[in-house]
């Protein structure tokens, strides 16, 4: 299912799209290992693009957008990942991927995620590597509240599990030429404000400009885009400072 095209969800894999679609399936696949049998609560799961890659286990998916849930071949239910509407110990996993950096208090996704986890179970949180995405010192995408390096999003998830395992997702060198491509793009247009003025525009146009441009950078079909598959992502501890996403792996909830 594809939806409109929006830095708030990954919502389409055509044209220049399809790195990042690929980039977020790859993280489904290469953490579902991690999970035992039995019910997985997929939590801020938009349009449910790689919930196949979790087979045979049953999963639900939470989502605050009715639209991105819609059509889904599963049960889905609306809801704030802050406020999970399930009994304690409902789920045997629970998976969070690019869905804890969208809200301002993300540990009360933790909290909850740990309170409807069995205690024998597993609870996996994907985010985009602080260092990496964007600008260190800065949060540039307005859909975000809160970005982590592998140490944050360590300390983050310790507070509500006793053993956190941290490693991280790296691309090709395929996917990275990509990758530092539109970096140096968006460089060259933060840099037509040197004074970050652009602080001051309400979070609402921020997130309209920030998906024009986003349509603008992307809207041709880049031949080497289309290219790019699960296969150009791998997961790994070499250097988690450069990793593209920060995964953690938590156990003993409580």
């Not at 389409?12 to 997985?40: K, M």
């Not at 409902?90 to 009360?108: I, Q």
């Not at 800065?138 to 982590?148: M, R, Y």
Request: glycine share 8%.
């Amino acid at each position: 299912m594809t939806g409109r095209i929006t830095g708030e969800r990954v919502s389409d894999p055509t044209g220049g799209f399809n790195p990042t679609w690929q980039r977020h399936v790859a993280a489904y696949d290469l953490v579902a290992t991690e999970f035992g049998p039995g019910r997985l609560l997929d939590l801020g799961c938009g349009v449910g693009h790689s919930f196949d890659r979790l087979a045979p286990r049953e999963t639900v998916g939470l989502d605050l957008s009715p639209e991105a849930l819609a059509g889904q071949d599963r049960e889905t239910v609306v809801s704030d990942m802050r406020e999970i509407p399930f009994p304690d110990g409902s789920f045997d996993s629970v998976l969070s991927v690019h869905s804890v950096e969208h809200v301002t208090d993300p540990e009360r996704v933790v909290a909850e995620a740990a309170r409807v986890l069995r205690p024998a179970g597993t609870a996996v949180f994907v985010t985009p590597n602080r260092l990496t995405f964007g600008r260190p010192d800065e949060i540039i995408d307005p859909f975000h509240f809160i970005e982590f390096s592998a140490p944050e999003l360590e300390t983050l998830c310790r507070t509500g599990f006793s053993e956190v395992e941290i490693t991280g997702l790296f691309g090709s060198s395929s996917y990275m030429e990509l990758h530092d491509e539109e970096r140096a793009k968006l460089d060259r247009m933060l840099a037509l404000d040197p004074l970050r003025l652009r602080r001051l525009i309400p979070v609402r146009a921020r997130q309209g400009l920030y998906d024009m441009a986003l349509r603008r950078f992307r809207r041709e079909a880049d031949p080497r885009a289309g290219t790019i598959g699960v296969e150009d992502f791998h997961r790994g501890q070499e250097d988690l400072d450069r990793c593209l996403d920060v995964i953690a792996v938590c156990r003993v909830p409580g």
